[in-house]
T-cell receptor, first 114, second 113 residues
Framework: DAMVIQNPRYQVTQFGKPVTLSCSQT?????MYWYQQKSSQAPKLLFH???????NEADTPDNFQSRRPNTSFCFLDIRSPGLGDAAMYLC?????????????FGPGTRLTVL | AQTVTQSQPEMSVQEAETVTLSCTYD???????LFWYKQPPSRQMILVIR??????QNATENRFSVNFQKAAKSFSLKISDSQLGDTAMYFC??????????FGAGTRLTVKP
């Protein structure tokens, strides 16, 4: 089945230690998104890639970076995680130009910062 | 800027009964999409139902239907014959075509046996 995969599902890191979260998709969608979701809150868009074009939200901290080496993969790098970065990180994809622009979400990676 | 408001942080319903979750939004755009997403505990977010703003007919998907009032900028979700598996966070979302999706704060729905 076509899907959005996130690895790992649970990630523990230490304060200030860089961490990378990964997302892959078999949907061949040209848009990939990274969201941060804190407990009982709405997902907050961090940035997205439209093909190779990177689009950063204005309020996304510089501590968060992203890479998209090819259509299928997208990475979220947190350079120096703080306690406030503990959250669920959701990856989503969509097909720009499609009929409904529906976003398909992965299961998320829950990040714990010690 | 587009905003989405879900005024009910938590709701509960008895199994087999009907519940309505409310959502309002603010935009000056005329063409846009509205969505309801479901996020079960510890599981991924999935689309429940979508509505195109240019369509007057309310969308339905089995037990799920919406009441879309464009002039009032209201987009409520009705769940009929509630099932235990409907227990989840429900997010209302708004999107201008090919633009970013904006989510409401969510409504936590509990279906009680």
């Amino acid at each position: 089945d076509a899907m959005v995969i996130q690895n790992p599902r649970y990630q523990v890191t230490q304060f200030g230690k860089p961490v990378t979260l990964s997302c892959s998709q078999t949907l061949n969608h040209n848009v990939m998104y990274w969201y941060q979701q804190k407990s009982s809150q709405a997902p907050k868009l961090l940035f997205h890639y439209y093909d190779k074009d990177f689009n950063n939200e204005a309020d996304t901290p510089d501590n968060f970076q992203s890479r998209r080496p090819n259509t299928s993969f997208c990475f979220l790098d947190i350079r120096s995680p703080g306690l406030g970065d503990a959250a669920m990180y959701l990856c989503a994809t969509s097909s720009a130009g499609g009929s409904y622009n529906e976003q398909f979400f992965g299961p998320g990676t829950r990040l714990t910062v010690l | 800027a587009q905003t989405v408001t879900q005024s009910q942080p938590e709701m509960s319903v008895q199994e087999a009964e009907t519940v309505t979750l409310s959502c309002t939004y603010d935009t000056s755009e005329n063409n846009y999409y509205l969505f309801w997403y479901k996020q079960p505990p510890s599981r991924q977010m999935i689309l429940v139902i979508r509505q195109e703003a240019y369509k007057q007919q309310n969308a339905t998907e089995n037990r799920f239907s919406v009441n879309f009032q464009k002039a009032a900028k209201s987009f409520s979700l009705k769940i009929s014959d509630s099932q235990l598996g409907d227990t989840a966070m429900y997010f209302c979302a708004f999107m201008i075509i090919n633009n970013d999706m904006r989510f409401g704060a969510g409504t936590r729905l509990t279906v009680k046996p």
